[in-house]
């Protein structure tokens, strides 16, 4: 009888530890950054966990979202323009919003600066999530282009702007 307990006891163990493995114990989003030759735009694709955003837009905002409708895209548009932005020479770079799109586990945002490369000494600022969840981390990528070498920048609530050597 006490080793049936045991078993008990450990399988309720083993069931509660897979649930907290499966917890989401760490928040981070990925931006890539890349120059298109055939079209001369700069695109930015930024991805996110579903849940962060959704929990973001909650909090904001006072309900729940449907990234199907515009108007839900919109909120999120309106936030991510405020949270990410690039500038050169001192000046804010346009960066449209392309469009996003959203699956069960990510939230995939798409924008382009319109014929622009980005030079040397661009500076981003990616606060997304960042002001939200105090341990966000967001990893952006920024490509190779016009003899720049690529370069991986990473920031956090403390760490919010960098330039691109």
Same mark, same amino acid.
């Given at each position: 009888m006490r080793s049936l307990r045991h078993l008990a006891a450990s399988a309720a163990l083993a069931l509660c530890c897979t649930g907290a493995a499966q917890a989401h114990n760490y928040h981070m989003g990925m931006a890539d950054i890349g120059y298109n030759a055939a079209t001369g735009n700069t695109e930015v694709i930024h991805t996110y966990t579903a849940h962060d955003i959704e929990a973001l837009l909650a909090n904001l905002y006072g309900r729940s979202f449907d990234l199907e409708l515009?108007?839900?895209?919109?909120?999120?548009r309106q936030y991510?323009?405020?949270?990410?932005?690039? *500038? +050169?020479?001192?000046?804010? @770079?346009?960066l $449209?919003?392309?469009?996003?799109?959203? *699956? +069960?586990?990510?939230?995939? @945002?798409?924008? $382009?600066?319109?014929?622009?490369?980005?030079p040397a000494g661009a500076v981003i600022v990616?606060?997304?999530?960042?002001?939200?969840i105090a341990t966000q981390v967001n990893t952006v990528n920024v490509g190779a282009n016009a003899g720049r070498a690529a370069v991986t920048?990473?920031?956090?609530?403390?760490?919010?702007?960098?330039?691109i050597p």
């Open positions: 515009e108007e839900d895209q919109d909120a999120l991510i323009e405020r949270q990410f932005t690039i *500038s +050169a020479g001192g000046k804010r @770079l346009p $449209q919003w392309v469009g996003v799109k959203a *699956s +069960a586990d990510t939230i995939t @945002l798409f924008q $382009q600066i319109d014929k622009t490369a980005l990616d606060g997304v999530l960042t002001d939200f920048l990473t920031f956090t609530a403390a760490q919010r702007e960098q330039a």
